[in-house]
């Protein structure tokens, strides 16, 4: 299967403070890339649709102002969580869409847990 | 109504038995089908995916789909302590790429 990074795994910060998050695809090229989050025995819900050299495209609820992303290469896309709070702590998980393959599934990343104090 | 129901569980079954997981949806412009496995704090690791109506088998696994009925099932034979995790399933639409996920089904294998 394909490999998905994250970095990091796990963060912890002050409220008021901004986090980033890499998702890295080790395997292939990724034109898409997707960033979830998921809350305890929840399942995923997705916040955006990162697309290589283009603005990202957030889903219903989610503020593009505090949810930065950035895709700037085929293999690596950054999400930032600005002026974090603690209602933002959250399991972040990306995964990623085969370029080649488009209409193949996703491959996830371990997850990033972030915990604001 | 959810687009994808899943029976949340937790649902508790003795080493070696065969598993039964399903999911119902109500959109039939759905077209790719998938099962993950997700262990606790970690990401989802794709088991399986199909998009045609019918049976696909995978080792212990069988991803079974009847688009007549809406109806997904993935079932799992001589079932391990280690296959112990929240089972998600997750379909895509026609020409789409976004994955809907049903709400996981926590499974136990007991020794």
């Known amino acids: 299967g394909a490999v998905v990074s994250q970095h990091p795994s796990w963060v912890i910060c002050k409220s008021g403070t901004s986090v980033k998050i890499e998702c890295r695809s080790l395997d292939f090229q990724a034109t898409t890339m997707f960033w979830y989050r998921q809350f305890p025995k929840q399942s995923l819900m997705l916040m955006a649709t990162?697309?290589?050299?283009?603005?990202?495209?957030?889903e219903q609820g989610v503020e593009k102002d505090k949810f930065l992303i950035n895709h700037a290469s085929l293999t690596l896309s950054t999400l930032t969580v600005t002026s974090a709070h603690p209602e933002d702590s959250s399991f972040y998980i990306c995964s990623t869409l085969p370029r080649t393959k488009p209409q193949e599934t996703q491959y996830f990343g371990p997850g990033t847990r972030l915990l604001v104090l | 109504q959810k687009e994808v129901e899943q029976d949340p569980g937790p649902l508790s079954v003795p080493e070696g038995a065969i598993v039964s997981l399903n999911c119902t949806y109500s959109n039939s412009a759905f077209q790719y089908f998938m099962w993950y496995r997700q262990y606790s704090r970690k990401g989802p690791e794709l088991l399986m995916y199909?998009?045609?109506?019918g049976n696909k088998e995978d080792g212990r696994f069988t991803a079974q789909v009847d688009k007549s009925s809406k109806y997904i099932s993935l079932f799992i034979r001589d079932s391990q302590p280690s296959d112990s995790a929240t089972y998600l399933c997750a379909m895509v639409l026609r020409g789409g790429n976004k994955l809907t996920f049903g709400t996981g089904t926590q499974l136990k294998v007991e020794l």
């Open positions: 990162s697309n290589e050299g283009s603005k990202a495209t957030y």
């Open positions: 199909t998009y045609s109506s």
